[in-house]
């Protein structure tokens, strides 16, 4: 699985970014499809994930009520819906597909990576 993710850019706090992320192969909809981010000098940080149907979803604590993940299996497509930003979302934004059913968020759960979009907040 190849993932190319897209979309990011500059935005003034409390604006709103919508980040996508096309996968190839024919097997789209058989992965719980993440989102990870990563500040400059910080760790990787779980943001949230999508189950292959759409039925499980979760969340980062730091992104609920702000930020909503959905997918279209038909395009291979999974999308990141950000609203009401803060300097503190600024980061390189990866998506990632898991084969797991369940995922806990954890980086290792995940098996493919895209490159990255850099997402940058202003204040």
């Known amino acids: 699985v190849q993932l190319q993710a897209c979309g990011g850019g500059l935005v003034q706090a409390g604006g709103s970014l919508r980040l996508s992320c096309a996968a190839s192969g024919r097997t789209f909809s058989s992965y719980t499809m993440g989102w990870f981010r990563q500040a400059p000098g910080k760790e990787r940080e779980f943001v949230t994930a999508?189950?292959?149907?759409?039925?499980?979803?979760y969340y980062g604590d730091s992104v609920k009520g702000r930020f909503t993940i959905s997918r279209d299996n038909a395009k291979n497509t999974v999308f990141l819906q950000m609203n009401r930003l803060r300097p503190e979302d600024t980061a390189v934004y990866y998506c990632?597909?898991?084969?797991?059913?369940?995922?806990?968020?954890?980086?290792?759960?995940?098996?493919?990576w895209g490159q990255g979009t850099l997402v940058t907040v202003s204040s």
């Open positions: 990632a597909a898991s084969r797991r059913a369940v995922v806990a968020g954890r980086e290792s759960e995940f098996d493919y």
């Open positions: 999508i189950s292959g149907s759409g039925g499980r979803i």
